[in-house]
Nanobody
Framework: QVQLVDVGGGLVQAGGALRLSCAAS????????????IGWFRQAPGKEREFVAA??????YSADSVKGRFNIFRDSAKNTVNLQIDSLKPEDTAVYYC????????????????WGQGTQVTVAS
């Protein structure tokens, strides 16, 4: 249905900023980019994958733990969904994944059936 490529990770100092980008390529039978809910998740070493933020059908959600520092926004002209991360903390260190599904059913992990390869974010204290 849709292929995702997530980029933008790196090594930054605490207090710094990064912008992650998720580029979506929708297949011939996959509808249009605007039909997809795009989310960002992260997984730290030894921890479960957790929801970060999602954007779909005019709705945006962010996890309480990142509100005020993380901003998700969609660029429809480029078929990308970006995650701006400000005021980075060491506890933000994780592999960040973008994910997508067609439609809007909420932000539950099980709804997302297309995943990017992940991009590593490392925050040094």
């Amino acid at each position: 249905q849709v292929q995702l490529v997530d980029v933008g990770g790196g090594l930054v100092q605490a207090g710094g900023a990064l912008r992650l980008s998720c580029a979506a390529s929708v297949g011939a039978s996959g509808g249009s980019f605007m039909e997809y809910t795009i989310g960002w998740f992260r997984q730290a070493p030894g921890k479960e994958r957790e929801f970060v933020a999602a954007n779909g059908w005019g709705t945006t959600y962010s996890a309480d733990s990142v509100k005020g520092r993380f901003n998700i926004f969609r660029d429809s002209a480029k078929n990308t969904v970006n995650l701006q991360i400000d005021s980075l903390k060491p506890e933000d260190t994780a592999v960040y994944y973008c994910a997508a599904y067609r439609g809007w059913q909420g932000i539950g992990y099980t709804h997302f059936d297309n995943w990017g390869q992940g991009t590593q974010v490392t925050v040094a204290s």
